[in-house]
């Protein structure tokens, strides 16, 4: 497109990128010779109301906005029916490309820095009354310079639903907040926060925050991450400040009432731990105006109130979840793992660089001495240990006191898993022979007030203390187990690879049972009694079920306990096992560690909801793993 009249023209050069209803051309400004950004309504749009309004909020949003870390909008302007929207060329490239390029490996530096900034901008557009709305990793441009600049200001906050998800690894809905996902108006700060929480995590951990099934539609994810709790990054490998976590976790709560109430209190809370003086690249929010005539028509910001509201609160008390009880650490022991990089300008080429390998050797050898302290540690605690359930408790920051769970030992041996009764299903045969290692299983299912040893509740009433933990998830499961071992000195068993989680059967940590485990345990273990039940052939002696449960389930350990003096085997709630859900095959050798891979986990045991049949010892069960319902629970074991 060329335009010459009224002394402006624009030539353009490229064309960047083309959606539904727009393209983007890179352009050249012929009075000036400078690069710009064109993004013009297509020629099927050019007479759409809503289209045009788009660009003119779009317009208006980013004139209001001068910071060195937000692309600066030079105006809008209207040719021939078709609508332009002029800002800044910038040279450099995505985030969201800056992170495919590198393997989603940035530095710990680079990450601090590009946060800091993130928020430093962020911050200034909210003193100016604008939200975003609309922040993710492909609208956040990474200067030559190594600085961001933060595009998309003003644009609407479902434009996610336009996406191409082939455009990148994670798609930008996942990085909303959930009252814009949800629709759950008005917004206000807190929805951005939310945004950079995630951003954050994904800068320091090379993935999102939480466990996503690639095989889900991108709606059918995020739906699945407001069921889930922040993913440790220590679980993950990731080796970065407890406090640092803390800070991500609270930016990432469900409920925006339990996020930072802005970016420059969470931007306070990074800086205070980094013991580094804020130095704001502006010290006030003032709105521009352009100085640039352009074509026909200059659209200028409209003179009525903004569509944005500076101080909105969201009241939806549906919006909930579990803050994360992290262990804290001292400062001292945090500060030794973070590196910053001062660059002195006088320095030569050779200097710096020596300066850089010097303090890069130095992070590699912290690093180092960390890992192996921690491990160590572990280690010992855990050679300090005796079987016994016997720890010393102490106070964590619910309401509960932390104690080593109590587990009763079940020796190994080789057990018939499966069934040929009359009755049986067919996911029941064969039966097959697998020989079980000895174990520590919990006689309990895991209850209440254990869950909020890990994952304190200011909410846990007296009376649901006893009650076996329900509506959680597998993943969430996972977590605990790791969240336990650790806050008892013991080596997690979990870990994810890939966002797949692969458990190390060999470590001291606790776990879920296998389900041959779950099995065998059932069975009585070595006394293989014939029970149709865990512990009897009368149902109602050993287990709460339809017919007697009134409808919920009761607290655990009020039926009989089998030979093992294991409570609830059959019956109460459901429970998770490891194994994913799979035919029993004659022709496949059978491991106790169950199936590499599937779609589905299981469950075992039956519930207060279900029938007689589905309590039997060897009826199986299965569920999505991110499935919560009121009916699932489970226990843990610990390999002997």
Known sequence: ???????????????????????????????????????????????????????????????????????????????????????EFIEGETLDAILAQNHFKISYELAHKWTLQLLEAINYAHQCGILHLNLNPANIFITNSQDIKI????????????????????????????????????????????????IAYLLFCGQLPWSLDPRLSPSAQKSKTLEQIVINPNLLGKLIPEWLFKILNKALMIDPQLRFNNAEEMHSAIISELDIPYIPSTTKAEAISTQTTLTKETILPSQSESSYSKKQHLSESDLSEKEKSVKS?????????????????????????????????????????????????????????????????????????????????????????????????????????????????????????????VFPSSTLKDEERDLPVTNVSFDEVIQFCNEKSLLDGLQPCYEYVDNYIVCDFQ?????????????????????????????????????????????????????????????????????????????????????????????DKVIRGGSWKDPAREARITNRAYAKPYSKTTYIGFRVVRSK
């Open 507 to 599: 470590a001291s940590g606790y776990r879920l049972p296998t389900e041959a485990e779950w099995e065998f345990a059932a069975k009585e273990g070595k006394y293989e009694t014939p029970y149709t039940y865990s512990g009897s052939n009368n149902i109602d002696q050993v287990a709460w079920y339809i017919e007697n449960s009134g409808g919920h389930s009761h607290p655990v350990g009020e039926k009989k306990y089998n030979k093992l003096k294991l409570f609830d085997m059959s019956g109460n709630v459901s429970e998770w096992v490891w194994d994913w859900y799979a035919p029993y095959s004659a022709n496949v050798p059978f491991s106790f560690t169950g199936p590499d891979s599937g779609t």
């Open 329 to 453: 650490s001292s400062k001292k022991d945090n500060q030794e793992q973070q590196i910053v990089i001062t660059t002195d300008p006088s320095l030569t080429k050779m200097q710096k660089t020596l300066k850089i390998i010097g303090i890069i050797s130095a992070g590699i050898l912290i690093y180092i001495i960390v890992k192996y302290v921690i491990i160590k540690g572990i280690q010992n605690s855990i050679k300090a240990k005796q079987e016994s359930s016997v720890v010393t408790p102490y106070v964590t920051e619910g309401t509960v006191r932390n104690q080593l769970l109590e587990l009763n030992a079940v020796e190994g041996d080789s057990t018939i898993i499966g069934s040929m009764e009359p009755d049986a299903d067919p996911d029941e045969f064969p039966p097959h022979t697998v020989f079980i290692p000895s174990f520590y299983i919990s006689p309990y299912e895991i209850t209440m007030e254990q869950w909020a040893m």
């Open 151 to 198: 595009s998309g200001f003003g644009k609407d906050p479902q434009s996610w639903k336009y996406a191409n998800p082939e455009e990148s690894k994670y798609h930008p809905i996942l990085f909303t907040a959930p009252e814009v996902f949800l629709e759950r108006k008005p917004y206000d700060f807190r929805a951005d926060i939310y945004s950079i929480g995630a």
């Open 1 to 87: 497109m060329n335009d010459t009249t009224n002394g402006i023209a624009y030539t353009i050069v490229q064309t960047l990128h083309r959606s539904r209803k727009y393209w983007v051309y890179k352009a050249r400004d012929n009075n000036t010779g400078k690069f710009v950004i064109l993004k013009a309504n297509d020629i099927q749009w050019r007479n759409d109301p809503t289209c045009i309004q788009a660009l003119r909020e779009e317009s208006e949003a980013g004139l209001k906005l001068n910071h060195p870390y937000i692309r600066k909008t030079i105006g809008l302007f209207e040719d021939d029916g078709a609508y332009y929207l002029v800002s």
